[in-house]
């Protein structure tokens, strides 16, 4: 303990690493903005087309990760690292492990088959900076050859400090940081030991000493201009309290995001949270601690918890696409960049009209004076580019948004089974999809079946084809509009909705 400095804790909100917005209710935050004028020009450059970065740009650009760093220097209790799995969703996870020539070798044919891949990041399955060679041997071979691909790195925060230099010799401008707890006490709950300077260390002086780590490299990347995202685990009766003050000390040392996820604690995982039976929590928990948090740093809602092998848009998982048998078998792969560009023009054009949709129908909700305080949620059938266009049958993960008289604003997602499996329903997965989204009032599909609208009927969350191919906003807007009428004149009476069940990284029913 003797080495470790003493922070010097200035900072009350970064200029350099966060935007002008101050989150909070009906605000618009930096995840979420809905253009430049929420934020510095500057900023809304590095996170227009990041998916991870802008809640708006997740419809329409992908990501993927690289297996390169399979080495960790912490424990978590939450985590079981899995080099060999395809059957999962979950971090910490890849059916392959990479050297860094092999990755750069799939980037590039991923960049080329996907012009709306525009950001690589490294995030396991151990810990990227905990395998330094590694992961800036990938970069520097990518940036040759792949220059307009965003750089992202995903760690525990332990050895960044020491690595903030290089971070930045490789422009890397994105650094998303594990942080559960500014609090030793409760860190030891969720961190067995760390491995620190040549020696495994346990106990409340392992997380004092992760703690100063990470607030330390968290300064630094601010005071050197780097966007930084904070992912913390909620996991009930230990942290989940406890975020909220997490929230506060990251936004005063200049964190861009807050992403709070929920605790994964399925004990087929293996992890040791899950052995021992804590529970993750509901999906009115997790909003609860969200909201909670709204006017301090700005929140992340959209993240999926991504395996460290991802590739696609979020929500989705093309890696087997792009396996290295695949890879070998694939002649001439060309790295188009004039290709990626027009896509990315094409995206512009269509993210510009969303806009425009958006702002006429909040114009409407806002003047319609019936039922001015009502607040609903809306779960959303998609497969991308922000549209209602997803069969409710075909539906593996809803988003599902919080809307009002002043906004339609994405809370998250649901992960549910398959109801159509071979072109029939099959009424087993119903009642699980039901759950999912039963915190909704109405689930907007580009088309549903007799059976399951019924069903839905009888559990009161009312399907709506009337929207399809609508920008989901607009639909969204649209549908509520119609409810506040409907209210209004006495057809439906208004009542609140049950708590939704959230699966997050369970076994896929395709893999089973």
């Given amino acids: 303990m003797g080495q470790l400095k003493p922070l010097k804790f200035k900072l009350e909100v970064a200029s350099s690493g966060g935007c002008n917005t101050q989150g909070?209710?009906?605000?618009?935050?930096?995840?979420?903005?809905?253009?430049?004028?929420?934020?510095?020009?500057?900023?809304?450059?590095?996170?227009?087309?990041?998916p991870c970065y802008s809640e708006e740009a997740h419809h329409h650009f992908a990501r993927m990760h690289v297996a390169v760093a399979p080495a960790c220097n912490i424990q978590c209790n939450y985590c079981n690292r899995k080099y060999d799995c395809s059957n999962e969703s979950r971090p910490g996870v890849v059916s392959q492990k990479l050297t860094p020539e092999q990755a750069v070798r799939k980037v590039v044919a991923v960049a080329s088959a996907i012009p709306q891949m525009t950001v690589l990041g490294i995030a396991g399955p151990g810990d990227a900076l905990a395998n330094p060679a590694k992961t800036f041997d990938t970069f520097r071979m990518l940036q040759a050859q792949a220059p307009d691909i965003k750089l992202c790195i995903s760690t525990n925060g332990l050895a960044l400090p020491d690595l903030v230099d290089e971070i930045c010799k490789y422009n890397v401008d994105h650094v998303t940081i594990t942080i559960n707890m500014v609090d030793p006490v409760i860190g030891a709950k969720i961190y067995p030991w760390i491995f620190w300077n040549h020696r495994r260390v346990t106990g409340i002086e392992a997380a004092t000493i992760l703690h100063q780590r990470q607030m330390l490299g968290l300064e630094m990347l601010t005071a050197r201009g780097v966007l930084t995202k904070i992912n913390s685990v909620l996991i009930p009766g230990i942290n989940d309290?406890?975020?909220?003050?997490v929230n506060r000390e990251v936004k005063k040392r200049g964190a861009f995001l807050h992403n709070i996820m929920p605790l994964i604690s399925e004990p087929e995982h293996g992890t040791v949270f899950g052995l021992t039976g804590q529970r993750g929590p509901s999906a009115a928990e997790l909003k609860a601690v969200q909201d909670a948090c709204m006017g301090g740093a700005n929140l992340m809602r959209h993240c999926r918890q991504c395996r460290a092998d991802a590739v696609g848009l979020l929500g989705e998982d093309r890696s087997e696409e792009f396996t290295l048998d695949k890879l070998d078998q694939m002649q001439d792969v060309v790295y188009d960049l004039n290709k990626r560009q027009a896509y990315q023009a094409k995206v512009a054009l269509e993210r510009t009209a969303q806009q425009a949709a958006k702002q006429q129908a909040l114009a409407s909700a806002a003047a319609l004076k019936s039922a001015q305080n009502l607040k609903v949620m809306v779960a959303v059938a998609t497969k991308g580019g922000g549209r209602?266009?997803?069969?409710?049958?075909?539906?593996?993960?809803?988003?599902?948004f919080e809307v009002s008289a002043t906004q339609a604003k994405f809370v998250g997602h649901r992960r549910v089974d398959q109801y159509c499996q071979g072109g029939a329903g099959d009424d087993e997965p119903l009642p699980s999809v039901v759950r999912a989204i039963n915190d909704c009032h109405a689930v907007l599909v580009a088309k549903i079946g007799a059976c399951p609208r019924d069903e839905l009927m009888q559990a009161g969350v009312e399907p709506v084809d009337a929207y399809v191919g609508e920008f989901i906003e607009k639909a969204a807007l649209g549908w509520f509009n119609d409810y506040r009428a409907r209210v209004a004149s006495g057809a439906v009476v208004h009542q609140a909705r049950g708590d939704a069940q959230i699966r997050q990284g369970a076994y896929t029913t395709l893999a089973a």
Avoid at 33 to 43: L, N, V
Avoid at 241 to 245: T, V
Avoid at 388 to 400: D, I, K, L, S
């Fill in 388 to 400: 209602v266009n997803e069969h409710f049958g075909h539906v593996t993960e809803f988003q599902v």
């Fill in 241 to 245: 309290q406890h975020l909220m003050d």
């Fill in 24 to 50: 909070g209710e009906g605000q618009a935050s930096c995840g979420s903005s809905d253009g430049p004028q929420d934020m510095p020009a500057a900023i809304w450059d590095k996170v227009k087309d990041h």
